[in-house]
């Protein structure tokens, strides 16, 4: 019995993960599809030290429509750098909260969604696999 409750806790563990990466996944699509879309230019780079590298986190700075000068930082950071001072890449902003801009590209958009279910597969395949067999 103990067993089951185990996996079972495991399967409710990756039930959970994988509701919040659909959930994620569709406030991308509605932001995608009810969303404003610019260009945004990359103005400057914060640093900081990561494993003994130097990680570049690229700050972007657009103007909304109400002729608003916006800058956000983008929740990724690399090494080497993405980008370069003087970039123009494409973003897409809440007319709400437009501070909370996300540039369009895969990583940009979806990296939570797919970070989220990658956690979330094998709970749901251990746990789920294992109630399947035990209800057997």
Same mark, same amino acid.
């Given at each position: 019995m103990g067993w089951i409750i185990f996996y079972l806790f495991l399967f409710l563990i990756g039930t959970f993960l994988a509701y919040h990466a659909f959930t994620n996944y569709k406030k991308t699509q509605?932001?995608?599809?009810?969303?404003? /879309? *610019?260009? *945004?230019t990359v103005t400057q780079f914060h640093t900081h030290q990561s494993d003994g590298s130097t990680m570049y986190t690229?700050?972007? #700075?657009f103007t909304d429509r109400s002729q608003t000068k916006i800058s956000f930082k983008s929740g990724i950071s690399s090494s080497p750098p993405a980008y370069k001072i003087g970039d123009k890449v494409k973003i897409v902003y809440d007319r709400t909260k437009? #501070?909370? &801009?996300?540039? %369009? !590209?895969? +990583? @940009?958009?979806? /990296? +939570? !969604?797919? %970070?989220?279910?990658? %956690? *979330? &597969?094998p709970f749901l395949i %251990? @746990?789920? !696999?294992y109630l399947l067999y035990a209800s057997r």
């Open positions: 509605n932001l995608l599809q009810k969303g404003i /879309r *610019a260009t *945004a690229p700050v972007f #700075e437009p #501070e909370k &801009a996300k540039t %369009i !590209s895969f +990583w @940009g958009l979806y /990296r +939570w !969604s797919v %970070i989220l279910f990658m %956690i *979330a &597969a %251990i @746990g789920g !696999s």
